[in-house]
């Protein structure tokens, strides 16, 4: 039995298990009409505080960096330059004239509602809590686990390598996921150059080592919250990946922790959030930051997004990452042991959100 914290009792376990039944997820809870959040999605109020900004900090604004000429040597130079800031002090930064056209973009954001507003006895047949499933529907990864549920339910697809046949991809958004999927290949693929060079490396290091090797589709939905300072989105968290490259639609609350200091970071036509994986933290002895993040939930709704994680989880590979040699000297000697993908994903998994432990198993 869990207490609510105003004396009375109820059982915790028996509540997740029949809203995990459903299978219909926090859009299956608002849908039925309910005016207050359940209570095992209340997290603790320092927590769940959606204190927007703090005008102290208004000052404090992630990078906008125009991908425009990457090309062009002077301008290339200066690109790089500022991306190794961005990663090295925010582990978060934004990037515009990339090269994915908006109508693209836009329809992408269309299929996840879609999808998501379909009836759900369509969506259902998806929803599993397999995590070696390449396409599958459910709320909250760790919904059993994790202290308090958030108001997300989340489409999965792997897209890369080795991925499902496209029968598998759910109608809604299948051709245009399919379609992103290329135009996202190749923005990893020109970032984690530019990223290799911001540490003075050879520009293919990072996609040699098999950084840019494979992607999963992380599609949210959050519904609108009829009691948002209660719960969140996106309980705080790093991404235990290499890169995530994020597009979101027009409805805020995305936030990165930065100098002790939940920072917004609204969105920008055009533009799509990039930031530092745990993975990529490792290989680059610290050198980039995976930065802690959340989203808070919000009275207006929904939210859509989808987040590309370049990670090869999916493949059993015993490969080890560990810090890049070249990035080691008596001044700077290494800081973690190596890790398969699979074996950091399998441990963040089971730990749950929000856990510090992944990266801190493996500092030595």
Known sequence: MASTGNGLDYDKEQELKAFDDTKAGVKGLVDSGIQSVPKFFVGPSEETCNEKSDLRHAHFNVPIIDLRDIDKDGVRCEIVKEIGIASSKWGFFQVVNHDIPQDIADEVIESIRRFNEQPNHVKEKFYSRDKMKKVRFNSNFDLYKARFANWRDTL???????????????????????????????????????????????????????????????????????????????????????????????????????????????????????????????????????????????????????????????????????????????????????????????????????DDSSLARLRL
């Open 156 to 354: 999965s697809c792997l897209m890369a390598p080795n991925p499902p046949p496209p029968e598998e991809y759910p109608e809604a958004c299948r051709e245009i996921l399919l379609k992103f999927s290329k135009y996202v290949t190749k923005l990893g693929q020109d970032l984690f150059k530019l990223l290799s060079e911001a540490l003075g490396l050879n520009s293919n290091h990072l996609t040699n080592m098999g950084c840019a090797d494979g992607h999963v589709f992380y599609c949210h939905y959050y519904p609108a919250c009829p009691e948002p300072n209660l719960t969140l989105g996106h309980t705080k968290h790093r991404d235990p990946d290499f890169l995530t490259i994020l597009l979101q639609n027009q409805i805020g609350g995305l936030q990165v922790l930065h100098d002790n200091h939940w920072v917004n970071i609204p969105p920008v036509e055009g533009a799509l959030v990039v930031n530092v994986g745990e993975l990529l933290q490792v290989i680059s002895n610290d050198k980039f930051k995976a930065a802690e993040h959340r989203v808070l939930a919000n009275c207006a709704g929904p939210r859509l997004s989808v987040a590309c994680f370049f990670t090869t989880h999916f493949e059993p590979s015993e490969k080890l990452f560990s810090p890049i040699e070249e990035l080691l000297s008596d001044d700077s000697p290494t800081l973690y042991r190596g890790t398969s993908v699979k074996d950091y994903i399998d441990f963040f998994a089971s730990a749950g959100l929000p």
